[in-house]
């Protein structure tokens, strides 16, 4: 019997192969789809799931006068020992450092080859064990427990030691001003896994920093992870973390209050933090969980709108079966027996348009991958098996159970074939306007998000990045550092194609973690954390910043060293009524609680975007980097090239580097392609959500091509009636159009209220929002209006043309 099934499922699939075919690279489409997007998801939502999930890092809130002023990734040395000591429930505590804070650009030298280095963190000796690193060559309990002893990844491995292996050899460690060391390398791990928050190359031990930390309550730049017991409740963990913090805090603590300032921290789930943390000073890049949201979303809407083709186009095409049907049934089969039928077509379908899914997601996995920047697995595996076998399987019982049930019973209206009179119909037009409403969405969506990304991308940032080239500072640096950079300017402003050149600590486009407290003599109230930049002299003219009042430093003047320039919001912040009255002014810089030093404020200028308009302008201070004692300022050197042939300047610029910094590497990058990778997110968001949308549009268009077939084949003889009468083809194609007008309208209805409202919620994530237009809701609508009707179009005027004698006769 089964045969017999399949046998007329495939005479009937090969007897209509135009709508067989539509039905299959519908659906095909929309499964691919959505394991491209589901493989995606996965990966984002795998973040550190190989961790241990009772792993918690710390993050602080700082609050001023009751005021959330900042979250902070990082907190102070002191808490995890402490944590470790004083909470029964946390049985294991590390701490890991960046060498960010601690020195400018390090470099690693190996015989007469020297590397730039990123991934470079001091951890405490039990790290290793408590985040599970898979280490290929030495003890995972001893590797980092003496001084002066480093653990590298495999890939670095091979790069500093191709031809053997690297533990118990020596590494040169260049810390810029604070000279050099030689570290041993005692281990060896696995790298870490694309989907882990925090990627290192290199891990040094901890206990080789020059400072006690165990008792540092002050020094906020360190990343601290607890490991409890399993089975702990983490809010009694979280109560007992205030009492650790009065036992040895107690006295700072109250004199903060006083100040108005206070700060409590909390435990984030390590698998957590990827997709739910946007804190100040992460250490990677965080994805969104927003995202992900959206981005299954669309796959939803994607695969039920290719289910709801097929429901279409298999009533569409049944009215050419009725008779069939309807004979079955009075001839003895039963209703079961027509289902299972109906069942085994949906399952050809579905089985076909299943292997064509697998063989496009595989197709398109490497365009995807590199599109996405994604880091997963981009070939064929089990999980992409099972997800297409699920689909599968819900996809038979979803688009082809209504179909059998609606068309398996009243034989007489089947037999006549007018399926007008049988159930579904309002059922097919509900599907169709959720069609119509999901089309609407996603087109208003994708002109969201990109009129948003067009909208960042233009915006004046106050600054003039173009043409601007950044080296990396040299990380080799002697006593005789400071003649070699006043060599290297002058040399360098000397080339035609260089205008002019800058040092400073930081560049515009880089998160800021260097901060301290200001506030006015008279006026402690108005203590503000402010973010510091050490520049030079020539750093203003360089950005093209503008000074609202004052002036720049001058080197020429004594006075100037210990002066400091605000930007205009600090000025705001600290109780300034204008930069004119802030200019001349003493301001203190509150260094720790016994080091305070008096500023004047030599200038203010307008407010530039340092980082992207997903940030508001925050408080900042410049202060000349050569009379300031921090051994991480003067990092990037600045250029403005005036020239078009970039080639021939980097060359010339690198040989005067050579000259004046012998052994260091020669690292470079345009500043506003760096600037602009801040949006690299937004931009693969925008093209993945754009993708997607445009391939759920298609997919929606087949389907209302098979309504309107099916809505032309029911009003056949009408047609002919009407034109007979003298109807001409526009009076036909406007009776055949004005339903879908009217889903479209309803459609219409439904949904923009809820795309408003999704569109403000995905607003928020900006600090600086595009101006919401009301055409970004209605022009969506006349672009589904327009799609649907050149849909419809082809059918309309088929059967408007037709001759009126053959749709007379087709009873």
Request: aromatic residues 14%.
């Amino acid at each position: 019997m089964f045969y017999h099934y399949l046998k007329i499922a495939h005479r009937n699939l090969w007897r209509n192969k135009v709508f067989s075919l539509i039905n299959i690279m519908g659906l095909a489409v929309g499964m691919a789809a959505c394991l491209l997007i589901f493989r995606y998801v996965d990966f984002e939502l795998s973040y550190d799931d190989f961790r241990k999930p009772t792993i918690y890092r710390v993050s602080s809130n700082a609050y001023m006068n009751g005021e959330l002023v900042g979250k902070r990734a990082q907190t102070v040395p002191a808490l995890a020992p402490a944590f470790q000591r004083d909470i029964s429930e946390v049985i294991h505590g590390a701490r890991i450092v960046h060498t960010a804070p601690l020195m400018s650009d390090p470099v690693f030298q190996v015989g007469d080859r020297s590397f730039h280095e990123e991934k470079i963190y001091y951890a405490d000796s039990s790290f290793l064990s408590m985040f599970s690193y898979k280490m290929l060559r030495g003890d995972i309990q001893t590797a980092l427990t003496q001084p002066g002893s480093v653990v590298l990844s495999e890939s670095v491995s091979k790069k500093y030691f191709p031809d053997g292996d690297a533990v118990g050899e020596s590494l040169n460690f260049y810390m810029g001003d604070r000279g050099q060391t030689q570290l041993l390398i005692s281990g060896v791990f696995e790298d870490i896994p694309n989907n882990s928050h925090l990627q290192t190359d290199f891990l040094i031990s901890f206990i080789s920093l020059p400072w006690n930390l165990n008792e540092d309550w002050d020094w906020g730049n360190f990343y601290n992870y607890i490991e409890i017991l399993p089975g702990s409740d983490v809010a009694i963990v979280k109560q007992k973390i205030h009492g650790v913090l009065e036992k040895y805090r107690g006295e700072t603590l109250a004199e903060w209050r006083k100040d108005g300032y206070y700060e409590e921290f909390e435990l984030q789930p390590i698998q957590g933090i990827h997709l739910d943390s946007n804190l100040e000073a992460e250490a990677e890049v965080n994805g969104s969980r927003r995202t992900v949201t959206f981005l299954t979303l669309i796959a939803f809407f994607i695969l039920v709108i290719a289910w709801i083709n097929y429901l279409n186009l298999t009533t569409a095409k049944a009215i050419e079966r009725a008779k069939e049907i309807g004979i079955r049934k009075v001839v003895g089969s039963n209703r079961g027996q027509l289902i299972v039928q109906f069942l085994t077509e949906s399952c050809l379908i579905n089985l076909v348009a299943a292997l064509m899914a697998l063989l496009i997601s595989n197709l398109l996995m490497t365009p995807f991958h590199d599109l996405t920047q994604g880091h997963f697995a981009k070939g064929f595996d089990l999980e992409m098996g099972l997800g297409i076998m699920g689909l599968f399987l819900f996809g038979i019982l979803i688009s082809g159970l209504y179909p059998a049930i609606a068309l398996s019973f009243q034989p007489v209206q089947l037999i006549k074939g007018n399926l007008k009179k049988t159930k579904g119909v309002q059922l097919r037009k509900a599907l169709v306007v959720f069609q119509f409403a999901a089309s609407i969405a996603l087109i208003a969506g994708t002109f969201g998000v990109r009129k948003q990304l067009d909208f960042m991308q233009h915006q004046d940032m106050g600054l003039d990045l173009g043409q601007t080239l950044i080296l990396k500072g040299p990380g080799i640096k002697d006593s005789t550092y400071q003649s070699q950079l006043t060599f290297f300017k002058n040399e360098v402003q000397m080339l035609p194609e260089v205008e002019s050149v800058s040092v400073s600590s930081n560049i515009p486009g880089q998160q800021l973690s260097w901060g301290r407290s200001f506030y006015p003599p008279a006026n402690p109230e108005f203590r503000k954390g402010v973010k510091i930049v050490a520049v030079d002299e020539d750093f203003f003219e360089l950005y093209g910043s503008t000074f609202l009042a004052g002036r720049n430093f001058s080197p020429e003047i004594t006075s100037d060293r210990g002066a400091v320039i605000f930007n205009e919001t600090a000025i705001r912040q600290l109780g300034f009524n204008s930069p004119e009255d802030a200019v001349g002014q003493t301001i203190i810089w509150d260094e720790s609680d016994n080091d305070q030093h008096e500023k004047e404020i030599l200038g203010v200028i307008s407010d530039f975007n340092q980082q992207s308009l997903h940030n508001e302008v925050g408080p900042m201070v410049f202060a000349l980097k050569e009379y300031l004692n921090a051994p991480w300022a003067g990092e990037y050197y600045s250029l403005k090239i005036t020239s078009a042939d970039y080639p021939f300047a980097l060359e010339q610029i690198q040989a005067n580097w050579s000259e004046a910094f012998r052994g260091s590497p020669f690292d470079y990058f345009f500043l506003d392609t760096y600037f602009d990778n801040q949006y690299k997110s937004d931009k693969q968001f925008a093209k993945v959500f754009s993708l997607f949308a445009g391939l759920a549009i298609l997919i929606a268009c087949l389907g209302l091509f098979g309504l309107s077939s099916y809505m032309t084949l029911q009003r056949t003889k009408e047609i002919g009636i009407r034109k007979v009468l003298g109807a001409s083809v526009f009076t036909i194609m406007s009776l055949l159009s004005r339903e879908f007008i009217g889903l479209i309208g309803i459609a219409s209805i439904v949904i923009l209220p809820v795309v408003w409202f999704f569109m403000k919620k995905w607003l928020e994530n900006f600090a600086y929002q595009m101006e919401f237009h009301w055409w970004l809701l209605a022009l969506p609508v006349v672009l589904v209006w327009f799609m649907a009707l050149i849909t419809i179009s082809f059918q309309s005027i088929k059967a408007a043309l037709m001759n009126p004698v053959n749709s007379l006769k087709s009873e």
